[in-house]
């Protein structure tokens, strides 16, 4: 099992918000920004598995897919700053996965909260981007942020293709 390092809440949207909070990310940050992003991925698996409509559940696995190449931009983000390689557990392993839901089902409600938080996680990305001494690492967090926000058009898009939600 990997661990989290110390000082950041178990919940993977807790943790978020105390990212949020920071203007330049430490190495730190970046580990758990990554193992977020991997939680990402499990979260919209989890939805598109309970959605039937074939197009709106492609779209929430696009979305789910995208989270992983978060993860690994960020993990070239800590390489980049520290010279260190690390690896992103599997699965499971991933300390995040403790408190995660094992089926997210899909709601209006659910929608509007992904909508706001990919957009609150694009602004994220460009703010790290904009303290961020490295310019190769400014570059990786732009293009997270700008994948965010079409995550969130796509669900949108999922709620107008599933209707009565
Ligand atoms: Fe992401
Ligand atoms: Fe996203």
């Given at each position: 099992m990997a661990t989290l390092p110390?000082?950041?809440?178990?919940d993977a949207f807790e943790a978020f918000a105390l990212l949020k909070t920071r203007d330049e990310l430490t190495v730190d940050d970046l580990k758990v920004l990554a193992l977020i992003e991997l939680y990402g991925e499990c979260f919209y698996q989890r939805l598109a598995a309970g959605v039937e409509h074939a197009e709106a559940r492609a779209l929430l696995e696009r979305n789910g897919a995208e989270e992983r190449g978060h993860a690994h931009r960020v993990v070239k983000a800590i390489r980049l700053k520290s010279g260190e390689a690390y690896s992103l557990p599997e699965g499971a392993d991933?300390?995040?996965?403790?408190?995660?839901?094992s089926a997210v089902p899909a709601s209006a409600e659910l929608f509007g909260l992904l909508e706001q938080g990919e957009v609150d996680g694009d602004f994220a990305y460009q703010a790290w981007a904009d303290h961020e001494s490295n310019a190769e690492v400014a570059d990786l967090y732009r293009l997270n942020g700008r994948e965010e926000t079409r995550h969130g058009e796509r669900v949108t898009e999922v709620r107008r293709l599933l209707g009565a939600l």
């Open positions: 110390a000082g950041y809440p178990e991933n300390p995040f996965m403790k408190l995660a839901p």
